[in-house]
């Protein structure tokens, strides 16, 4: 019987008993397949965005490109701390104080993209200049960035350890801009 229950608890959590190199190799590659297909879909969205609205279109994705990788910056610095500081409390069996972290952490996510979507809304048309768009390009830029910024309400979620999924900020509601420019 206690033989069954420590082979349930060494199969259930495989970080106290396996070898680094063979954790490593578990955990890395789907890690090294996220990102893959992370730079697939940004190459496919910017094939997708040059033949339906050009050259402007793919300028605008362009110019835009600093506030996506803030956005990735916060959502990592927040998602991936949070996400440590649980881990330690779970491994060191604190479950409470790992609910505190994971807390603070949803919270901080709450935060800091109410912030980031607040200042790029009231700076838009400043910060789009500053990145250098052009007035050619700069309406491209401004409905791309309402757009991107319109998924700062789920920059949280990446911050809850429960979650499987990258914490990698996507624009995932670009294909609704490729129709305003098509039509």
């Known amino acids: 019987m206690v033989k069954n229950m ?55 994705t362009n110019i835009t490109f600093p506030l996506s ?42 935060i800091f993209g109410l912030a980031l979507f607040a200042f790029t809304s009231i700076l838009l048309t400043p910060m789009l200049k500053f990145f250098g768009a052009t007035a050619e390009v700069l309406p491209y830029a401004q409905e791309y960035t309402r757009i991107s910024i319109s998924d700062c309400k789920h920059w949280y979620e990446q911050a809850d350890p429960r979650r499987r999924k990258s914490a990698l900020f996507n624009d995932f509601h670009a294909d609704r801009c490729h129709c305003k420019y098509d039509s």
Do not use: H, R, W
């Not at 992370?38 to 605008?60: E, H, K, P, R, S």
């Open 6 to 60: 420590n082979e349930n608890i060494k199969s259930a959590n495989p970080l106290g008993t396996q070898k680094e190199s063979k954790l490593l190799v578990k955990f890395a590659i789907p890690c090294i397949i996220s990102m893959l297909v992370t730079a697939l879909y940004n190459i496919v969205d910017q094939i997708f965005i040059g033949q339906g609205i050009g050259i402007n279109g793919n300028a605008a």
């Open 69 to 110: 990788t803030t956005c990735t910056a916060i959502s990592l610095l927040l998602g991936i701390g949070s996400a440590t500081n649980v881990s330690l409390k779970l491994g060191a069996k604190e479950e409470e104080e790992a609910a505190n972290y994971a807390g603070c952490g949803i919270c901080l996510m709450t």
